[in-house]
């Protein structure tokens, strides 16, 4: 059993979906219907997109801060996506845990396989859209990347839809509403 695990420890729930499917959007409802999941904010190297804030949305670092806290094992995972790097604080989650709090993490499906390989106790869920071309017109209409960008992100998001059958759940995005009510139903009766 690992330190987090126990009574009194919070529980760790890991979504992860592809770029465009709207996880963003679905998590901030979720966190409106399931108000006690707490959401430690995760560091990456991209540019912050307008509107972002640094320490709300990410904490955005350079290449060689990331580095030099993934080599000094401050993550509890890492990930590059789309050419920039993400990573989870193991401070933020091990303080929310600790305090009881249940942590929602939102990973790529590279970061999802790290915690799955060290015998994470998470609950996992893969967020899916209704379709290859629901989730080719998400990336596009939403116009925050480039055409080489949405490219890019079309190519991986193959890939990791491929990564669905590893975890706990799956929910398809079909409708905001009832893809957060459904996520906060599966959180609530998941036993932790």
């Given at each position: ?9 919070g529980?760790?729930i890991?979504?992860?979906g592809p770029?465009?499917v ?6 901030r ?19 912050p997109?307008p509107?972002?804030i ?9 290449e060689?801060?990331?580095?030099a806290?993934r080599d000094?094992g ?5 990930a590059v996506?789309?050419?920039n790097?993400?990573g ?9 845990r600790?305090g ?10 590279q970061?999802a396989a790290q ?5 994470s106790?998470?609950l996992?869920?893969?967020l899916?859209p209704?379709?290859a071309q629901?989730?080719l017109?998400r990336?596009?209409c ?12 079309t190519r991986?998001a193959q ?5 669905a059958g590893n975890?706990h759940?799956?929910v ?6 009832r893809a ?7 959180v609530r009766?998941?036993?932790?």
């Amino acid at each position: 059993m690992s330190e987090l695990e126990g009574e009194g420890r919070g529980r760790l729930i890991v979504l992860s979906g592809p770029s465009g499917v709207g996880k963003d959007t679905v998590i901030r409802r979720l966190l409106e219907l399931a108000p006690e999941l707490r959401r430690p904010v995760a560091f990456t190297t991209r540019t912050p997109r307008p509107g972002e804030i640094d320490g709300r949305d990410y904490s955005f670092v350079t290449e060689d801060r990331f580095l030099a806290m993934r080599d000094a094992g401050e993550f509890l995972e890492t990930a590059v996506v789309h050419g920039n790097r993400y990573g989870t604080s193991r401070s933020r989650v091990d303080e929310l845990r600790r305090g009881g709090q249940d942590v929602l993490l939102k990973i790529d499906v590279q970061g999802a396989a790290q915690l799955r390989g060290q015998g994470s106790d998470a609950l996992f869920i893969f967020l899916a859209p209704p379709s290859a071309q629901v989730l080719l017109d998400r990336l596009t209409c939403r116009r925050t990347e480039n055409p080489q960008e949405v490219a890019v992100r079309t190519r991986d998001a193959q890939r990791e839809m491929a990564e669905a059958g590893n975890y706990h759940q799956v929910v398809v995005n079909d409708q905001v509403e009832r893809a957060a009510a459904e996520i906060a139903e599966i959180v609530r009766s998941h036993p932790g």
